[in-house]
């Protein structure tokens, strides 16, 4: 396999939202088993002005879907966060690794040097060519949101380890 | 800028270790201010079996060292892990990113299919192709614990936004 944009988005993605179904599955059932309320996990948040755990869930999925989607210049589902359950919130993971699968390689050759606008028409427009959206941008972004949720059920007792948070590599 | 092994790597790691350079001056600026001894947020940890913030830091820059370095296949600098105050952590990731502007493009040719070992001689020894060391393995170990540090210090009161942890892109 060599690196090309591709290979550093979807397979990456699809990876890391794999990790997340089963750290949210691993809640759950802590939550099953001490009698704790999902919602106890679901609603966790890390500082006051940091986002809850659904949240972390649906912007992690989003960047995913996002930036794979810009790249392969395919129009992009649109899925509302309207999640308030584990369920949902796998329902969601899925319905973007499905996305993700859809996309086939060739779709992203020349994405390089694709302009992406970032915020168009706010203040904070921004315009990166495709490699620094993914690079500079996506990644960092998308990584943020995943290893954020992670830490909530780390910091709320859920019993994970780092194994769960690599998935399979 | 094409999408390659020293694009994904290099840039990306300095991009992230210059955002916690930020990071750990407003820590330090923070603790100063609110007249709280550095080492309450030097010591800080998520979980009480997850790593305090100078762990986090060590761990980032020794990803960012070690991932870089292998695939350059170059000798890896010996950074000993004896920080104990902001200073000493500032001084890790100046050294950690000397070494990554001594790396020079050219250097990372070849190295998709370089076998990389690790954990050799252990039960977990894996052998990973370059581009899987970079992508499956690096990139998600280097990004968790640069996430991790940020975590920590925004769950203990530090004024930081997601631009400070995005940086320059």
Do not use: C, W
Request: aromatic letters at 10%; charged letters at 20%; hydrophobic letters at 40%.
């Amino acid at each position: 396999m060599s690196v090309t944009m591709y290979s550093t988005s979807v397979p990456v993605f699809k990876q890391m939202l794999g990790s997340l179904q089963v750290i949210l599955q691993k809640a759950q059932a802590h939550a099953t088993e001490k009698k704790i309320d999902d919602q106890v996990f679901l609603q966790a948040r890390l500082a006051p002005d940091m986002f809850h755990l659904i949240r972390q869930i649906q912007i992690a999925a989003d960047f995913a879907k996002s930036v794979a989607g810009r790249l392969a210049g395919v129009e992009l589902p649109d899925f509302q966060d309207t999640e308030t359950s584990f369920e949902e919130l796998q329902q969601r993971l899925s319905k973007t690794l499905n996305f993700l699968t859809s996309l086939e390689a060739s779709q992203f050759d020349g994405s390089e040097s694709r302009q992406i606008i970032l915020r168009p028409g706010t203040p904070k427009e921004k315009t990166l060519t495709g490699t620094a959206y993914l690079l500079s941008y996506g990644l960092p972004q998308f990584f943020f949101h995943v290893t954020t949720a992670y830490a909530i059920l780390r910091h709320h007792g859920v019993d994970l380890g780092k194994r769960d948070y690599m998935g399979n590599y």
